[in-house]
């Protein structure tokens, strides 16, 4: 199960990448990974797409390659098996940079999870399964350098290449234990994850202001310095936390510095950040003094009668994941959890509706669900 005699190919020219997406296209169940860039850009991009086979590694440099497209057709494939680990995000990343649509896909650690492991990480799972030891150096390395290094090119091959027997390993566990239709149906939500809407410029919430006791005044200024810091990452292509932290902007706008020498005495800025972004920062508190505080946010919160019936589902499915060994959200996820409280069915079809995307977990728990609503309901009744 080593790599030393299994074939790694570079795919970065379009026929290499037409032949590669022949030999995925014949394939029954395929691993798939990709590294992206987040800590080294202002707007992170995919750099690199991992597949691998039973009979070889392939690495596919997006950068290189212009057109992508060939690659759709094997994920929106219904009879090709994609083989993930932790696919939330890579399914988002891949989707954002090029629409694709994904189809029939397995997640090797939302599998460890519904099988109540704990420790559920890639490297752990090889080292129970098999005895393998991953190297982790490379998780947090600038995927866009060209070229990349032999090591990090062996690195991101190991990311792919056990995921086919890790698979096989949990798939058996899950068919043994009957768990099998629960993960189906989670597999198929996730294959459903959208891409989040991220304004990046956004200032932060009015929780914090609440949390810290800023004023209006403070506000205005924690606002504006969020957004002068976005530009200057954007200017720079560099991720905000590379420009000026959350907690120095936050520092700041509690201090209300006026000159560089009360700047300075904060000692929350290195020379070189002092020196470039003490005019921009003095410049942004100036302006932002003479401005009106930002509009708070209206209050979309739901109401009692919500969140009542929402801390009763949280305490049943809290019991039911302690009885069963698992965690909370894999007897019943979040966001459907506070779609009931909020909907608040109260007959087996309005229910059923409500669950028609977790069939296994409506014919489980169903009953029970209902019962929880009921009590909530009595409670709010005869308080």
Not at 63 to 89: Q, S
Request: hydrophobic content about 40%; some cysteine; aromatic content about 8%.
């Amino acid at each position: 199960m080593t790599t030393d005699t299994t074939p790694l190919v570079w795919v970065d020219q379009p026929t290499d990448l037409d032949r590669l997406v022949e030999t995925l296209l014949r394939s029954s169940r395929i691993a798939v990974d990709t590294e992206s860039n987040s800590l080294y850009a202002y707007q992170e991009q995919v750099c690199l797409i991992q597949f691998s086979t039973p009979e070889a590694d392939f690495l596919v440099d997006p950068l290189c390659l212009k057109d992508l497209t060939p690659l759709g057709a094997v994920f929106a494939d219904e009879r090709i098996e994609k083989v993930f680990h932790a696919a939330e995000y890579d399914l988002i990343c891949l989707k954002r940079d090029f629409g694709f649509i994904f189809r029939h896909i397995f997640d090797t650690m939302h599998a460890a999870r519904i099988l109540g492991r704990r420790e559920v990480g890639l490297a752990s799972l090889l080292k129970q399964e098999f005895g393998l030891q991953l190297e982790k150096h490379y998780q947090r390395a600038d995927w866009s350098q060209r070229p990349l290094p032999p090591a990090m090119l062996d690195y991101a091959r190991h990311d792919t290449h056990y995921l086919l027997p890790l698979r096989e390993r949990l798939a058996a566990a899950l068919q043994q234990k009957g768990l099998w239709e629960l993960a189906q149906e989670d597999f198929e939500r996730l294959t459903e994850v959208s891409v989040p809407v991220i304004d990046l410029s956004k200032g932060p919430d009015w929780n914090l202001a609440q949390r810290y006791n800023l004023s209006p005044q403070q506000m205005a200024v924690l606002h504006a310095l969020y957004a002068y810091r976005d530009e200057q990452a954007r200017l720079a292509n560099l991720p905000h936390f590379k420009i000026l932290s959350n907690e120095a902007l936050l520092e700041i706008a509690l201090a209300l510095p006026k000159s560089p020498r009360d700047l300075s005495r904060l000692g929350i800025l290195s020379a070189k950040q002092r020196a470039r972004f003490q005019e921009g920062l003095l410049t942004t508190i100036r302006e932002a003094l003479t401005a009106p505080p930002p509009p708070r946010p209206r209050n979309g919160a739901p109401d009692e009668a919500v969140l009542a019936r929402l801390e009763h589902l949280r305490q049943w499915r809290k019991q039911v994941g302690r009885r069963l060994g698992v965690e909370s959200d894999i007897i019943l996820p979040r966001d459907l959890m506070e779609r009931i409280a909020r909907e608040n069915p109260t007959h087996p079809d309005d229910l059923a509706r409500l669950m028609q995307s977790t069939p296994w977990r409506f014919k489980r728990f169903g009953g029970e669900i209902l019962r929880v609503l009921q009590e909530a309901n009595f409670a709010l009744a005869h308080p």
